[in-house]
């Protein structure tokens, strides 16, 4: 069982550092995007459905 649990977490792990990652790089579009005045609702979405993924994983 412990197998089985450790396979799991690190899968996990593995995904919410994927997750992180593509947030980071999403955020920082949303800073570029407001600062230049344009429009960013889709990069937002993205971010709220990614740390809703995260909460999941």
Do not use: T
């Amino acid at each position: 069982m412990n197998n089985i649990e450790s396979v799991i977490s690190k899968s996990s792990d593995e995904v919410a550092s994927k997750i992180d990652k593509k947030l980071e790089e999403l955020q920082h579009s949303h800073l570029r995007l407001a600062n230049s005045k344009a429009d960013y609702d889709e990069v937002v979405e993205e971010i709220y459905r990614l740390r809703g993924r995260k909460r999941r994983a």
